[in-house]
């Protein structure tokens, strides 16, 4: 009796072991998954903070060239009228020479003004970029890096996304990914209504099979971009009139099409964030 008590003891301590060393394989394989993911955000986080703090000394820097202008000017005015106030006084012009002298002054003045209004609203605009391109990155998180480019290029806010993420091989329908990448780029996009762009569709060289309905790459990089900003409209609620659908078939390459690597660069839908032009012409207008 006492040796079948003793056997059925020993099984239960083999069982327990056995669902110790179970549930310690599982514990040890989710907190890998935890630091994974803690690893990830950390690394997204440090990004965002220095795109965060790049832009906080741009805006300062910007700020402290303005205020520096602005103070430029006023003494170049008081430096003006004292001027002519003692070329007045000494005889030198008349009163409607040194009225003549005073408006010629105010136009020059005019001018650097504007020069100023300018270099702030380029300034401005360059600071919106930046803000922009933090929370698109912000908004993208956990994505592969290698698969979303996000940048800034002579003013214009660019977002290029692989299309693995997006469509299924050689075809126009969206994978699975798709709703999860498109719902971050939308979102941050709903925020800025002001903001018009372009989506462009962009294939590599190799030769589209040709079927009933798609003949070639041209096809297939617009029919690629109408199917990304039908999806933004439906979907996501994005004003259409902000959207412009275009295809660039193969023509654009950011690699060369001699390798898999360069054709999968190739590969991808484009975001272009239109800049505000109508801004931009009306303070291009003479100043008066």
């Known amino acids: 009796m006492l040796k079948i008590n003793y056997m059925k003891i020993k099984y239960l301590f083999l069982l327990a ?3 110790l060393v179970i549930s310690s394989c599982g514990s040890k394989k989710k907190l890998q998954e935890a630091q994974n993911r803690y690893s990830s955000l ?3 986080y440090r990004i965002t903070q220095n795109d965060l703090n790049r832009y906080k000394d741009s805006t300062a820097n910007y700020k402290r060239e303005n205020d520096l202008l602005l103070n430029r000017l006023k003494e170049q005015q008081t430096t003006n009228n004292q001027m002519v106030e003692h070329l007045k006084d000494l005889s030198v012009i008349s009163s409607s020479q040194a009225e003549s002298i005073n408006k010629s002054l105010e136009n020059i003045s005019g001018k650097d003004s504007y ?5 702030t609203a380029i300034s401005r605009k360059d600071s919106l970029n930046m803000a922009l391109v933090m929370n698109l990155k912000g908004a993208i998180g956990n994505l592969n890096d290698e698969d979303i480019d996000i940048k800034v290029d002579k ?3 660019y977002i290029d996304i692989s299309d693995k993420l997006l469509f299924k091989s050689g ?8 709703p999860e990448v498109l719902g971050k780029v939308a979102k941050v996009l709903a925020n800025q209504p002001h903001i018009e762009f372009i989506v462009e569709g962009h294939t590599d060289n190799v030769p589209y099979k040709i079927g009933s309905l798609i003949k070639d790459n041209w096809d297939l990089s617009v029919m690629r971009a109408t199917t990304i900003v039908r999806v933004l409209q439906d979907q996501y609620n994005l004003n259409p009139a902000r959207m412009t659908a275009a295809g660039r078939s193969e023509y654009i390459p950011l690699e060369s099409n001699d390798t898999a690597e ?3 660069t190739n590969r991808r839908t484009r975001i272009v964030i239109q800049p505000e032009l109508d801004q931009f012409f009306k303070l291009l207008e003479t100043p008066q």
């Not at 020069?115 to 270099?119: E, F």
């Not at 075809?171 to 798709?178: C, F, H, K, Q, V």
């Open 262 to 264: 360069g054709r999968a």
């Open 42 to 44: 950390d690394s997204t």
């Open 155 to 157: 003013g214009v806010v």
């Open 17 to 19: 072991a056995v669902a």
């Open 115 to 119: 020069i100023r209004d300018l270099q």
């Open 171 to 178: 075809s126009y329908d969206l994978n699975g990914r798709a």
